[in-house]
């Protein structure tokens, strides 16, 4: 299309222009020289529509709907207009025309540099006036500040954040002159930055500003104006961090008492700060369309509105009250404004709320202001009453009070009965849409500010109002809540009595009280006895507050219409009621929580004084074995329950109840007895009973127990009274034989009705003859268990305690019992000795009778220890810890696992318990026979613990009775604390174990132990007697190898054991001797041990461990790998090298397994690797030490074939060891099925000698004994052998699960550093002794290996893992640097350092040296006349980070080439999975060849190929260049074309 010029100085057409920028056509300037009308016309030309000359060459441009404006030399101006990034550059203009280049004119010109002067998106300079004399104000700005403001007019969030953080550290570190220079130019910034929409931005700039005001001080003040605004602003953020920044950079400029006179000082500026952004501001003119998202300019336009509403109050609420007449005149423009008033709909909510909030400082600061609108304020508040936001909630109730009480005649400005009232309805019916907490407590204060001409009718008004709470406190939202239940029911109340107080009187007043009354109040009790889950709710003890203050208003008041008014409403409720609960109790299949509820009620209207303290129910839970959970019982935990009313045996009296309440209440309770009984009578109805036991805890009474008796000529003949006391005739004619009756699952409440007839007893010896006489019937044991429970106060000389102990001891003998039972049975007793333990009179002696009934005769327990299993003397015997020269019955068979405890187990748990509290409260302390008696049933539960202890797989049953007396505090150090534990020892092992007669085995046990001894002095040994001693030793361990038939039997372990043994003892000291030692020696003893026994030792032991470890019964043993494998595999540990490569084990290859290594080396691999997955610690800690004997030979049978591999193909690999790496792949597929639901970084804690711990044990050792023989391989393997594992994913793999299993703070056990310094021991400065039968450190062995792989990991493969990290998400990322530099980096760069001064390594040419304080290395390269020096710097996080190659002195060398050595350095120490030295001599080979002639590869520039050390062989026939072979291959693959990457011609 062809376009018509544009005639020149012509502004362009209006369609190609924004719409807003349309009037700004005219342009006014003074005149001007051609020149400068030249660079007018150029700046027209180009798009400027409004621009205007200044004297001195000034112009100011406006460019766009940003509007923005700047300062700037015409010739600058024009230079900027015409640059352009994107443009075709001129011939020779070797630079772009840019803002750059014209800061640079400037600079030239002005002699200074505006470096914070650049293009900004902000619409105007904001309050801050035009800067003067800029030239002598930029030459007080310090150069450092400059580079950070102009940071700060920067977009991008990051850089705007670490601007500012850098802003707030020079204001606090350089000097007040220097800090003061910013002054002048931090009003316009501060306006601007504060506002900006990222949250952390924001932060930063308070803080910083804070900085700032700590150093300039008063010299603040003449810039406070143009600040005040946008800081009162930032008080006010919406982000809390933001807003406590700004107020704490507010309190450090002011305090306090000055505060409100800086507000005073600034109230103009601060108001028309905020009436701009509430009236004029937009989204569009707060953030530039073109660049900012829509969501985005919204965000933080409501932000602002927010934050400016927010101000208006504070400014409000600070202001002193001198102001307030001045306030309101200039707040009249604001208040006069619709669109003010519209914020109380506003769309946002945050906005709503904040507009209520200046409503409320309104109508307390400045009154006038609202009443003068209270046209306007009223509908914005009253008609939002429905508002049901959560944000909004609070604000809007709290300016609807304010409101009422502030404007008298608000009601005349809304439609109360279409406009308010049905929206408060409808509120209060669905219960304060989940607000109830916060509207309810309104609702009170609400009602007594209506009037009564707004409410007629009253009578209708209130009954809606109160039906519309109660239906409110039906839904599903508010039953689910507590709280919410809770603060409706409260403000139903406060609601009601306010209602009543209000309307008293005759007519309409007496309707509206008997309306609330019987249609309100009665049926709400109704409606929250029926549903569970209103119970909880405080309406109880609100009715019961209610009825206190009727009857005090009654018996106080003199007016006798009061009186009888409130007679009268005390009468009408007590007929409500009765009829209510009557209701629920005269029904045959009563509901038991209603039941509850009544009897709830009527305890907390009996005890008012109690009725804020609820009484609960001693937290005892009693449950049987038979016993079924009821399946209701999950629902509502806190349900009130008919047996959880009251304290056992606690009768409340009812003497102090004034006689308005109490003589109801009484007739209330007896007629609810009575109905009870009769239901319980004629059908044995259950919940009745339960609910006549809840009434008789409370309301126990003779005139009860007669009504209760009265009741019996309705359903059975009379029976002629045999007590006086009706009471006891109830007792003995109806609640014993309820506790006959064995079909009950629940008893307790029987016996809380049994108190409560005791309760009435007139004298202490009828109720102890009561008690007496229950012992003699034949009741069931879990009665007579609760009734010892609640025993209490009347245990003084009764016999009852005398028989209620030898029942218990009964029982624990005699009757076999479950955990459930033994839980019940401790409770009661403990509960009984707490209370005698408590009582002030109880006398020392019947504590000690009561124990001498409860403890077994001598004679009782020998017979109880006889029942236990022999099973637990296997474990100490294999362990060395005990010796036996036969064989105990028992020993071989296992434990009977049985679903009941030992009858000793009881005992002993029970009498421990006992002991624990007796001894606890210091009874006996002076009294030696008494603790003798005492600690002799300590020492018995000792040897209970050690007995389950002893055992190698105790049953679940006995390991939940370790954990429930845990649980009851009876532990060995707690029986140890308070006990004199040296009288105990004979105790313990007083069990016959010395009476067996000598038998063959035992004999040579005891032979071999006496042998192991000897060796402690083997100076006095002879020749013949080391004879006898080895070659015993090499028969007893080939009768060893011979006897695996018979290893299940313990005798024949601990021989094993004992043999084994010996032979490591044996080991050990021959590894000892030294030169001085060998001159007392036999002569040829070393050579014969060398060359035979332990050659025999070994070829007899290795076969035996593989035959072991297949028979998995035995090996998996708990008590067999604790002894018997780990003698043999310490005994193995000694094994050689040689001795392991001339194994004769049977040969054992594996089909398609690719190998170099020679048959009997795969034999061996392929035999003992598999061990490393065997689920016994001890052999995998044994095949770890023998497999890594051999590691570092390993690679050099790889290194023979390594030429049948070329360099024809790229990227070739080869595995390590494929015996490892096949059971690596099974470790790591059953590890990921253990850790993958554990996040990167997060501490995986492993049980120790579990089978997750044996499998990450033997993953790790794998890993191990790889990265040895990764170590051990050259270079080119190692690129070969990377390339597998990069392949593979393996060490990816590894390096996530290293990351579970390290700990965060890996402190060395012991080490109390709290902070990281060179002293602190971690597992990365502590070497790791893997130990067979060391296993003090069991606990923290899996970390301590993970972070010796690790460290090894970073030490060998450290390109890898750099490779892995920089492919981590950020998450990871962040976790493995901040790891590796706290706890790694520095211990590796010292090593590397390290080996690099200590290196013995020479270089014909080159000399390295080392700096340990910088961690330098410098390589010196001479050759002929060029000198080249280069200066390697480990990175702080090394080795993830890159090494730094920099460029020291270098003479002769050409600056490309200079760059193209220093790259390949870079490159050969980034990408080399080897230390500093090695890629140094790769260096140096490199170079060396370059001046040998050999031309580098045109495709990586190197002469060395970086992977298989290659040179360039392959030349192409065009252009002769010659390239590496695996660089071709690569540039073929990825171009998928086969031509010269230089010429382009197809390659031959």
Known sequence: MNRKKRPKGRLPPLSSRPAEDSSRRVTQRRAAGPGQERRLSSLRRLGHHSFRSRPGNVVILSRGRGRARFLFDLDIAVAIAMGGKNKQRTKGNVRPSSSGRAAELLAKERGTVPGFIGFGSSSDLGYVPAVQGAEEIDSLVDADFRMVLRKLSKRDVITKLKAMQEFGTMCKERETETVKGVLPYWSRIYCKISLDHDRRVREATQQAFEHLILKVKKNLAPHLKNLMGHWLIAQCDTYSPAASAATAAFEKAFPPSKQPEALVFCKDEILNVLQDHLLKETPNTLSDPQTVPEEEREAKFFRILTCSLLALKKLLCLLPSSENCLLEEKLKPLLSQNKFWKYGKHSNPQVRSAFFEVISALCQYAPESVKADASRACPAVLLSIDDSDAIVCPALWEAVLHVLATIEDCWIHVNVKKGVLPKLWILLQEGGRGLATIIYPNLLPFISKVPDDVIEPKLDFYRTFFTSMIQGMLTERATASRSECSAILSAFMECFRFTILQNGGE????????????????????????????????????????????????????????????????????????????????????????????????????????????????????????????????????????????????????????????????????????????????????????????????????????????????????????????????????????????????TDFLVDILYSVLHCCSSTTEKENILNGLTKMDLRWKILLQIIQKLGDMHKESTFLRRSAFWVKNQLQSTVMDIKSLQ?????????????????????????????????????????????????????????????????????????????????????????????????????????????????????????????????????????????????????????????????????????????????????????????????????????????????????????????????????????????????????????????????????????????????????????????????????????????????????????????????????????????????????????????????????????????????????????????????????????????????????????????????????????????????????????????????????????????????????????????????????????????????????????????????????????????????????????????????????????????SKYVSNILSSQEISSVQTSTQLFNGMMVKARSATREVIATYSVDDIFIELIIQLPPNYPLGSIAVESGKRVGVAVQQWRNWMLQLSTYLTHQNGSIMEGLALWKNNVDKRFEGVEDCMICFSVIHGSNYSLPKKACRTCKKKFHSACLYKWFTSSNKSTCPLCRETFF
């Open 507 to 746: 007519g309409g007043g007496i309707r509206i009280q008997e309306m609330l009354l019987n249609e309100q109040l009665i049926p709400l009790i109704d409606m929250v006895i029926k549903e569970p889950r209103l119970q909880n709710g405080p309406l109880f003890y609100e009715v019961a507050d209610l009825l206190s203050s009727w009857e005090t208003r009654t018996d106080s008041s003199s007016c006798e219409e009061t009186t009888l008014t409130f007679q009268r409403m005390l009468s009408n409720f007590w007929d409500g009621l009765s009829k209510v609960c009557v209701v629920h109790v005269d029904v045959i299949d009563a509901d038991e929580k209603a039941l509850a509820a009544v009897s709830c009620l009527l305890q907390i209207l009996q005890n008012p004084e109690n009725k804020m303290k609820p009484s609960k129910r001693k937290a005892v839970k009693i449950r049987f074995s038979e016993e079924v959970e009821a399946g209701n019982s999950t629902e509502n935990e806190k349900d009130v329950n008919l047996r959880s009313s009251n304290k056992p045996g606690t009768i409340f009296h009812a003497q102090d109840l004034s006689p308005l309440r109490k003589e109801p209440l009484e007739d209330l309770v007896c007629t609810l007895a009575e109905l009870s009984i009769v239901y319980t009578g004629a059908q044995r109805s259950d919940q009745h009973l339960k609910f006549l036991s809840a009434l008789l805890s409370s309301f126990a009474s003779q005139r009860v127990f007669q009504v209760l008796l009265g009741s019996r000529n309705n359903i059975q003949e009379a029976v002629k009274p045999q007590y006086e006391n009706p009471s006891l005739q109830f007792l003995y004619e109806n609640v014993i034989d309820w506790l006959k009756e064995d079909w009950r699952k629940e």
């Open 824 to 1380: 019940v049975l401790i409770s009661a007793v403990s509960d009984l000795l707490t209370a005698l333990l408590e009582a002030d009179e109880v006398s020392a002696y019947i504590l000690k009778d009561y124990i001498e009934w409860l403890t077994p005769s001598t004679s009782e327990w020998e017979k109880m220890r006889e029942s236990l299993s022999t099973e637990w003397l296997k474990k100490p015997l294999l362990e060395g810890r005990l010796s036996m020269n036969c064989q105990i019955s028992g020993t071989d068979l296992g434990l009977c696992v049985t679903d009941k405890l030992p009858s000793y187990l009881w005992t002993t748990a029970l009498l421990s318990k006992v002991t624990l509290l007796i001894l606890g409260k210091g009874v006996f302390e002076s009294q030696d026979m008494e603790r003798s008696k005492l600690e002799s049933i300590i020492a018995e539960q000792l040897y209970a613990l050690q007995w389950i202890e002893e055992l190698a797989n105790p049953s679940c049953l006995l390991l939940e009775f370790l954990h429930d007396l845990q649980a009851m505090n009876v532990s060995l150090e707690k029986l140890s604390v308070l006990s004199n534990i040296p009288c105990l020892l004979q105790i313990l092992f007083n069990s016959n174990l010395k009476e067996a007669s000598s038998q063959l085995l035992g004999f040579n046990t005891e032979m071999i132990r006496f042998l192991s001894l000897l060796l402690k002095s083997p100076s006095s040994l002879l020749d013949s007697e080391w004879d006898f001693v080895m070659c015993s030793m090499l028969a007893w361990l080939e009768t060893t190898s011979e006897s695996q038939a018979v290893f299940s039997i313990a005798l024949v372990q601990v021989f094993v054991c004992v043999s084994c043994d010996l032979a490591t003892a044996l080991s050990v000291w021959f590894q000892a001797v030294t030169s001085e030692n060998t001159e007392k020696l036999p002569p040829n003893l070393l050579s014969e041990w060398q060359e035979f026994f332990s050659e025999g030792i070994h070829s007899l032991l290795l076969p035996l461990m593989v035959k072991i470890t297949r028979d998995t019964k035995n090996a998996s043993e708990i008590s067999f790998q604790n002894s018997v494998l780990k003698s043999l595999g310490e005994a193995l540990m000694f094994v050689s090298k040689d001795q392991l490569l001339n194994h004769k084990l049977p040969a054992k290859f594996v089909a398609s397994q690719k190998t170099n290594l020679p048959d009997e080396v795969q034999t061996l691999l392929n035999t003992l690797s598999p061990l490393l997955l065997f689920r016994a610690r001890s052999i995998q800690i044994t095949v770890y030490h023998m497999l890594n004997k051999l590691m570092s030979d390993l690679p050099e049978f790889d290194n023979k074939d390594l030429r049948s591999y070329g360099d024809e193909e790229e990227e070739l690999s080869l595995s390590p060891p494929a015996a490892l790496m096949t059971i690596l792949v099974t470790q790591e597929d059953l590890l990921e099925n253990i850790l993958e639901c554990i996040p990167v970084g997060e501490f995986a804690v492993i049980q120790p000698l579990s089978e997750e711990f044996c499998l990450v044990l033997g993953y790790l050792l794998t890993w191990k004994l790889i990265l040895t023989f990764f170590k051990a391989a050259s270079s080119q393997l190692r690129a070969l052998y990377s390339q597998y594992l990069r392949r593979t994913k393996s060490l990816n793999k590894l390096l996530y699960h290293l990351f579970r299993l390290m700990p965060e703070n890996p402190a060395f056990p012991g080490s109390t550093a709290e902070f990281l310094n060179k002293d602190t021991k971690t597992y990365f400065t502590e070497g790791l002794n893997l130990d067979i039968k060391d296993t003090s450190m069991l606990s923290s062995e899996i970390p301590h290996l993970a972070c010796s792989v690790y460290c090894m990991t970073l030490k060998d493969l450290p390109a890898m893992v750099r490779l892995w990290w920089n492919s981590c998400e950020k998450r990871v990322f962040s976790i493995v640097d901040k790891f590796t």
